[in-house]
């Protein structure tokens, strides 16, 4: 059986994700920093296993890296992001979104390469948004990260694809999820508004093309981005 591991599983687009790859028959690690609850309650429900680390922790993501053992898909899925004026973002809050958003990628990237180089085999995934492709006034730092990731992604892609490692990106637009739900119901229905399809994105929308870029009808298509966000950015 495939093994995948998911950052950010327990969440909603991350929990979406694992449920997806859990039916296309993998073997999924639902990685959480403090969601123990809901992730091991996922696990027991798509038959797979919480693992509790920080992505920005690198020696916790090596051990859970040891602990699993070799891995077929990796989808760095864990994000963080603030709502406010660059100018008044404070630099902790700065830094851990670009830890959380990208460097954390990074590191679990790092952690589980080496065992993919060595197969010749295995795929990685990366969360974007649409906002690291055209940025978004009052997320600034959660734009950078997420356009980081974006570049993380196609040079990455071009470093390990003679290693028969396929790394593409789907970059989300604006899905449902908690992390929504701050939103009134009046900027809801102006951001519609914006949205040509008329409809909110959901996470499943998400984790289908997490399972169509993970699957063998992607096989050739690496340092991808995969825009879901229902012709918001074109």
Known sequence: MKKALVTGGSGGIGEAVCRKLAEDGYFV?????????????LAAEIGGEAV?????????????????GALDLLVNNAGISE???????????????????????M?????????????????????SSMWGQCGASCEVDYSASKAGLI??????????????????????????TEMNSRFSQEDL??????????????PRHV?????????????????????VNGGMVI
Do not use: W
């Not at 406010?84 to 973002?89: E, G, P, R, V």
């Not at 790092?110 to 990366?126: A, Q, T």
């Open 29 to 41: 690690y639902i990685a959480y920093s403090s969601s123990e609850e809901k992730a091991r309650k």
């Open 151 to 176: 570049g993380f992604t196609k040079a990455l892609a071009k470093e390990t694809a003679p290693s028969g490692i396929r790394v593409n990106c789907v970059s989300p637009g604006f899905i449902m």
């Open 189 to 202: 229905e102006l951001i519609l508004e914006d949205i040509p399809l008329g409809i909110f994105g959901e």
């Open 83 to 105: 709502i406010d004026l660059f100018t008044s973002i404070s630099e902790e809050k700065s830094s851990r979104i670009m830890s959380v958003n990208l460097i954390g990628a």
């Open 207 to 227: 984790a289908d093309a997490v399972s169509f870029l993970a699957s063998d009808r992607a096989e050739y298509i690496t340092g991808q981005i995969l825009a």
């Open 107 to 127: 590191n679990c990237a790092r952690c589980v390469l080496p065992d993919m180089i060595h197969r010749k085999s295995g795929c990685i995934i990366n969360i």
């Open 52 to 68: 509790g680390f920080d992505v920005v922790d690198s020696a916790a993501i090596k051990k859970a890296a040891a602990d699993i």
